[in-house]
């Protein structure tokens, strides 16, 4: 059996988030509560959409203090934040840590019973459906606009709670080319390496349905072709928009077929030292496709082709090795770090990493079953 869960309604193109207002008014919604973050509202980014709010009349209060990496403290402000604001509507406007935390916001609204946040990791039984919410992406990578996952930071435990809820999942989302064009390039290049190892992990995990694949391999190819082009110049509309899809179309697969150690070893990565998760999620992916191969040979070719590869005349294992290799040439033509000790990482530091690596809830989702020894590896590789 398969499963597809997916926004009511999806949005693409420069200045698609004027279509909001007409949703809203559809709905009956009069006011809005803004979840946003401190940086996207000094440089403006927000006002790309306050100004459409403002030019309808439809009243809003902003709640900007979310950090990356958001923790339960983040969304326990923004719960107060937004029962005093008495609004109709969340609208989310930024990258996955705002997007997570609204996410959050949503779903303790409707499901009280979890306002710990705590009891919210896993697949966590909640009864009743987000309060709603309409989620602008600000970056090309995380997706949380069309999953059903947020990840929400435990800072006293030192960890990172991976949720997984079909009731969170944004009403509407916006992916709006002119609202991505502000996004420096070191940013660009770690959501958009984000995306590629959401389209390369949903790609070879066992639960992958023909669906899916379809959905990742265009995903991988619309990254390959327009990652790069997005870093070096980020008015490039075309670039930009390519990118929009990929991330897009990427965070439909897996967010129904799930994902595996990548994730899995990046998100400790965050919880403990407060690395960004496209940086770690990049810097790991060659390393964790080379353990990966063995499971998933073929497919490897497949992403090869993606990744603009002419694999012609190739062994499977050459084209699997050919696939490693133009995720390692893309990631280093971006500037993404190729070493955790590049990021401050020390070998004394790998063990625990690997435990809470191994807990993780995407470690089921791997096409290789894995150990916290074998996971140890990975990391003294990439080290």
């Known amino acids: 059996m398969a499963r597809m869960i997916l926004n009511e309604t999806s949005y693409f193109g420069a200045g698609c988030r004027k279509e909001v207002v007409g949703e809203m008014k559809r709905r009956n919604m009069k006011k809005a509560f803004i979840v946003s973050d401190k940086d996207l509202v000094r440089f403006g980014v927000a006002k790309k959409v306050t100004d459409v709010l403002d030019g309808a009349g439809i009243p809003y209060e902003i709640f900007d203090d979310v950090k990356a990496n958001p923790t339960i403290h983040n969304v326990q402000c923004g719960l107060e934040a937004f029962k005093k604001a008495k609004v109709d509507v969340i609208i989310a406007i930024g990258g996955g840590s705002v997007m997570d935390t609204a996410k959050a916001i949503g779903i303790i ?216 290799g133009a995720v390692r040439k893309l990631s280093a033509a971006i500037g993404i770090p190729q070493r955790l000790s590049d990021l401050g990482i020390r070998e004394e530091q790998l063990g625990q990493l690997s435990e809470d690596a191994f807990i993780d809830p995407c470690t089921g989702g791997n096409p290789r079953k894995t150990s916290p020894a074998e996971i140890l590896e990975i990391y003294k590789k990439a080290l």
């Open 109 to 324: 609204t409707e499901n009280p019973e979890f306002a710990d946040v705590r009891s919210l990791e896993g697949t966590a039984d909640t009864k009743h459906k987000s309060f709603p919410v309409i989620a602008f992406a600000t970056t090309s990578g995380t997706a949380a606009e069309v999953t059903i996952n947020y990840v929400i930071t435990d800072e006293e435990a030192g960890r990172k709670l991976v949720c997984v809820d079909p009731n969170d999942i944004p009403m509407i989302a916006f992916n709006d080319a002119e609202m991505l064009m502000s996004m420096p390039k070191g940013l660009t290049a770690a959501t958009g390496m984000d995306a590629l190892t959401h389209a390369i992990e949903a790609y070879i995990t066992p639960g992958a349905t023909p669906v899916s694949d379809m959905m990742t391999w265009n995903a991988i190819k619309f990254i390959a072709d327009n990652l790069e082009a997005a870093v070096k110049d980020g008015s490039n509309a075309a670039a930009r928009e390519g990118m929009a899809y990929g991330s897009y179309v990427a965070g439909m697969a897996f967010s129904n077929v799930g994902l595996g150690i990548v994730h899995s070893m990046a998100h400790p990565l965050g919880a403990r030292y407060d690395i960004a998760h496209g940086v770690a999620n990049a810097l790991l992916l060659p390393f964790v496709m080379e353990y990966n191969k063995p499971a998933a040979l073929k497919k490897f070719g497949d992403i090869a082709r993606a990744m603009g590869v002419d694999i012609k005349g190739m062994t499977e294992d050459e084209a699997a090795d050919a696939a490693i």
